[in-house]
Every structure is written in C-alpha cells, then in structure tokens.
C-alpha cells in the first residue's frame, strides 16, 4: 500500500512556471515507476510524464515536451514535476501515481494515487 499527497498546485499567468511534489509512504517508493497525469473539467484523465524506478529514464506528453521535467528523489520518497512555459491549456487537476509494471503511459497500469493538485494557468 502507498499513500500519495501532492503539493505545489496553484493560480499562475501564462509564461510562468510551478513546481508540483508528490510525497509517498507506505511501501518502499524505489519499487514503482512514478507517473504524472491531468485531468480537465469535461476531459479524460491523460498521461503527462513519467520516469522509472531510478530515475534514469523519462517519457513525457507531446504536448509537454521541452516544458516539463519530471524526478524524483527516491531518499526523499518524493517526485517531482518542474512546469516551465506554462499555457492555459495545461490547466487542469494534476495527479501523481504509483505503478508496479514497466515504464507506461496507461491510466489503467497505476495502481495509487494522489488526491490531485489544481493548476490554473491565466492568459
């Protein structure tokens, strides 16, 4: 079992940026490929990043690419998503989860998950 609490959400004007942190407890964190998703109002929840157990290899949403960074801490049982050039099209509820399968962009694959943390990007 994993608890997981994000952090870090906020009201922000395009062109800025947010650093959101998801902290873990419970079992070992190493063990999971941590992901981030978003979902907005009337949308399906969908894939943002992701990084394996290490913390050596990242996939990230076309539509995110070159404006993300997602790490992790795995000392601090902690990840971490850097949002850079933010648009008001990233504005949505963002979640971390925890995944015992390979490195994957599957909502279904995620077996925990945060509560969410709300990003509101103004233009």
């Known amino acids: 079992q994993v608890q997981l609490v994000e952090s870090g959400g906020g009201l922000v004007q395009a062109g800025g940026s947010l650093r959101l942190s998801c902290a873990a407890s419970?079992?070992?964190?190493?063990?999971?490929?941590m992901g981030w998703f978003r979902q907005a109002p009337g949308k399906e929840r969908e894939f943002v990043a992701v990084?394996?157990?290490?913390?050596?290899?990242?996939r990230y949403a076309d539509s995110v690419k070159g404006r993300f960074t997602i790490s992790r801490d795995n000392a601090k049982s902690t990840v971490y998503l850097q949002m850079n050039s933010l648009k008001p099209e990233d504005t949505a509820v963002y979640y971390c989860?925890?995944?015992?399968?390979?490195?994957?962009?599957?909502?279904?694959?995620?077996?925990?998950w945060g509560q969410g943390t709300q990003v509101t990007v103004s233009s």
């Open positions: 419970g079992r070992t964190f190493s063990v999971y490929v």
């Open positions: 990084i394996n157990r290490s913390g050596g290899t990242t």
């Open positions: 989860a925890a995944s015992s399968a390979i490195l994957n962009n599957r909502v279904g694959s995620y077996d925990y």
